[in-house]
């Protein structure tokens, strides 16, 4: 096992974290919790530093809790590409991360086609007849941990998201009904149960393609 860095060592390879997570990453990478500590790295919206993944176990190859959670696991089998590689999914997900998190990093043409590329993503990962519209009903279910299942209920169709990718993209989302339990076997269960049914895509949906839900009042006024 590989030494245990010092906090002076840890705080150097965990930056542009704010003091409470940074904490909080802390007591979780002393106690060798793993779990609270990726979900700690998911929250903060940073790469695992390769310092701290042989202390916890974590293989290099080893996926983040927010790949795995937006979108980097295996494809529906009722999907327009079958042969999908994981690599896309990755793609997906840093995609948008990066336009969320740096808008002004990218100029008009750059965003056109970051968008574009998340788009053409997005059809080849869901099946051949979903169709989203601005009225579809929407059902989320958070649990005890960082994963989630959102729940297109006029489509029957589910998707796999984060806490936090919620949070930042549609907190304020109107006309989304939000389940919470305390049992995370719960949510296990259900997304069991779609993916049985080929109606799961293990990755968050597409905001403005595969999710139309107000979220602000100009656009609950605009819908009503």
């Known amino acids: 096992m590989s030494d245990k860095l010092s906090w002076q060592e840890f705080r150097k390879v965990h930056t542009g974290i704010n003091k409470e997570l940074k904490t909080k990453m802390w007591n979780a990478y002393k106690t060798q919790d793993k779990e609270t500590y990726l979900e700690a790295v998911e929250e903060a919206e ?4 390769e ?12 996926k983040s809790t927010e790949e795995v959670i937006e979108g980097v696991e295996a ?3 009722e999907t327009k590409n079958k042969d999908t590689s994981e690599t896309t999914f990755v793609e997906y997900a ?11 990093a990218y100029n008009d043409a ?11 993503i997005a059809k080849e990962t869901t099946p051949i007849n979903y169709k989203c519209t601005p009225t579809d009903g929407w059902q989320i279910w958070f649990g005890p941990t960082q994963q989630c299942l959102l729940i297109n209920t006029t489509r029957h169709l589910a998707f796999t998201c984060s806490r936090s990718w919620w949070q930042k993209r549609f907190l304020n989302a109107m006309y989304v009904d939000k389940q919470l339990v305390n ?3 719960q949510i296990a269960r259900m997304r069991a149960e779609y993916e049985i049914r080929n109606k799961l895509i293990k990755r968050p949906p597409l905001p403005g393609v595969e999710i139309m839900v107000p ?9 009503g």
């Open 110 to 120: 750059q965003k056109r086609e970051m968008e574009g590329r998340l788009t053409e």
């Open 51 to 62: 310092e701290a993944k042989a202390y916890l176990g974590i293989d290099s190859d080893t």
């Open 215 to 223: 979220t602000t009042a100009r656009e609950y006024t605009i819908r």
């Open 183 to 185: 049992d995370a076997q």
């Open 94 to 104: 840093r995609l948008m991360q990066q336009l969320h998190r740096f808008p002004h």
């Open 75 to 77: 494809v529906p089998s």
């Open 46 to 49: 940073i790469e695992t530093p």
